[in-house]
């Protein structure tokens, strides 16, 4: 019988996440792909020093990097000299590589909340009572705020996003492995982000969710796209989470739990096969 591969677990079990338990996911997930790999958990601060003795390192519900910055930057660097196996690949052109994307989302004409970060653009965001700032590297709407129009010209720009605060219905995830559609969940309610209900997408809400795991080019990993539905009924991209995404596998039924983590193992094997060890 061939070796077993090795793979080091990324989390953050101690995070305290708004409305979601990230240690539960996690040892659901690690309890299932020891059936497939010999599996080690470890903090984030811990991975740069441990990974050399692993086959593949999974990134999985680390926390948001702004809080150890320093030290992410420095595993991703090693990582990337030694020819590290990092799943998520480090090459994600979405929040793991921070909030620029919106910018260039929205530039390129992609449906989007419109983003900008500069004064001389806010012409081209919509008239609206409040407008969202967020720090360019900001996550868990940390450091997140509400500003009316007026104020906008008083901001330190530099750091910051800029996007009107749209009036949406819901929001609405989509989760994938690799470039496969897994399930949906939405929030009914607008001001209860976390308590999610599955929902069924339309074949046009999967095109919309397509374009951008297409836009991403990330042949292997997990992502999760985030969108709003506005009043008008169209899907505007919140967030494309390529990094750490929280699936709320607590929240599915158990033959798409089954399913998702298949689909997770066979794409680790296959990632790992694409890959050959620096």
């Known amino acids: 019988m061939p070796d077993r591969r090795r793979a080091l677990y990324v989390t953050?079990?101690?995070?305290?996440?708004?409305?979601?338990?990230?240690?539960d996911e996690d040892i659901f997930l690690?309890?299932?792909?020891?059936?497939?790999?010999?599996?080690?958990l470890c903090h984030p601060l811990d991975a740069a020093a441990l990974m050399d003795a692993f086959d593949v390192v999974v990134v999985r519900n680390s926390g948001p990097v702004l809080h150890y910055q320093r030290e992410y930057d420095a595993f991703r660097e090693r990582a990337k000299a030694g020819?590290?196996?990092?799943?998520?690949?480090?090459?994600?052109?979405?929040?793991?590589?921070?909030?620029?994307?919106?910018?260039?989302l929205t530039t390129a004409g992609h449906p989007v909340i419109p983003t900008v970060d500069r004064p001389e653009d806010l012409h081209l965001l919509p008239e609206t009572g409040q407008y969202a700032v967020k720090p360019k590297v900001g996550a868990d709407s940390i450091g997140l705020a509400f500003v009316p129009r007026e104020q906008l010209d008083g901001l330190a720009y530099g750091d910051i996003l800029v996007q009107p605060r749209i009036d949406f219905r819901y929001e609405v995830s989509f989760y994938y492995v690799d470039d496969a559609f897994?399930?949906?969940?939405?929030?009914?309610?607008?001001?209860?982000?976390?308590?999610l209900e599955s929902y069924e997408p339309t074949d046009a809400d999967l095109?919309?969710?397509?374009?951008?795991?297409?836009?991403?080019?990330?042949?292997?990993?997990?992502?999760?796209?985030?969108?709003?539905r506005t009043r008008e009924g169209a899907l505007l991209l919140v967030e494309l989470e390529d990094l750490n995404p929280y699936l709320s596998?607590?929240?599915?039924?158990?033959?798409?739990?089954?399913?998702f983590v298949a689909s997770m193992t066979e794409s680790v094997h296959r990632f790992l096969d694409a890959q050959p060890r620096g």
Not at 218 to 225: C, K
Not at 250 to 259: E, F, G, K
């Open 12 to 23: 953050d079990l101690a995070y305290p996440a708004r409305g979601r338990r990230y240690c």
């Open 83 to 104: 020819g590290t196996r990092v799943y998520n690949p480090l090459t994600g052109r979405g929040d793991m590589a921070g909030k620029q994307y919106l910018l260039n």
């Open 207 to 228: 095109a919309f969710a397509r374009r951008f795991i297409d836009w991403n080019t990330l042949d292997h990993g997990i992502q999760r796209v985030d969108a709003c």
């Open 182 to 195: 897994q399930y949906a969940l939405h929030a009914p309610d607008p001001e209860r982000r976390w308590v």
């Open 249 to 259: 596998l607590d929240l599915v039924p158990d033959r798409t739990r089954d399913s």
């Open 30 to 40: 690690t309890s299932r792909l020891r059936d497939d790999f010999d599996v080690a």
